[in-house]
């Protein structure tokens, strides 16, 4: 079965700095996708980048840019220039790539409680 | 693109009685699933339907739990004589047919919230 994991309860970062989280998987398929998705208190789940595991180049969305390791199952976000607005519980998932048959639920980490500090 | 619309956002009720929440996916998404979110955790998935057909149902998705997509466009969800535990986020979310990105990218509601007392 495929996992998700993301071993930072919580973290905080400076207005206009840096941050990354980090995430890990464990799957046996080679052809599947990963996500971030944001969720703020109003609790809407937003997509904020994915990527696709045959895809070397790591994608990149604005200040939103991913580390995409595929043979250490590791997919970390780094969020440059961070904002108020940033502030939000981030998930990473995963699901492997639609065929036209088997499960394509999205699986998801427990995920990261981000802070910005003004 | 209106988004993926669910109503009521918040339930409160007793344990034992029924409740049902309905889902409209992002139009032209022929794709719904359903997923459920406890505080502190990530949601879990609980049904998919393609058109009108569910297609995958979790075990989390005990007898008490019923999903329809009849016309293979709105869904609801129900759930009978619900218990203190059945309080939870219900999420719905939506995709669109086909493969890629667009077929691979899945959009949430704001959810559903239930307070079971």
């Known amino acids: 079965a495929q996992t998700v994991t993301q071993s930072q309860p919580e973290m905080s970062v400076q207005e206009a700095e840096t941050v990354t989280l980090s995430c890990t998987y464990d799957t046996s398929e080679s052809d599947y996708y990963l996500f971030w998705y944001k969720q703020p208190p109003s609790r809407q789940m937003i997509l904020v980048i994915r990527q696709e595991a045959y895809k070397q180049q790591n994608a990149t969305e604005n200040r939103f840019s991913v580390n995409f390791q595929k043979a250490a199952k590791s997919f970390s976000l780094k969020i440059s220039d961070s904002q108020l607005g940033d502030a939000a519980m981030y998930f990473c998932?995963?699901?492997?790539?639609?065929?036209?048959?088997?499960?394509?639920?999205?699986?998801f980490g427990k995920g990261t409680k981000l802070s910005v500090i003004p | 693109d209106t988004g993926v619309s669910q109503n009521p956002r918040h339930k409160i009720t007793k344990r034992g009685q029924n409740v049902t929440f309905r889902c409209d996916p992002i139009s032209e998404h022929n794709r719904l699933y359903w997923y459920r979110q406890t505080l502190g955790q990530g949601p879990e998935f609980l049904t998919y339907f393609q058109n009108e057909a569910q297609l995958e149902k979790s075990r989390l998705l005990s007898d008490r739990f019923s999903a329809e997509r009849p016309k293979g466009s709105f869904s609801t969800l129900e759930i009978q004589r619900t218990e203190q535990g059945d309080s939870a986020m219900y999420l719905c979310?939506?995709?669109?047919?086909?493969?890629?990105?667009?077929?691979?990218?899945?959009?949430f509601g704001e959810g559903s919230w239930l307070t079971v007392v």
């Open positions: 979310a939506s995709s669109y047919k086909g493969t890629g990105f667009s077929g691979n990218t899945i959009y």
């Open positions: 998932a995963y699901r492997v790539t639609y065929s036209g048959a088997g499960s394509y639920q999205l699986t």
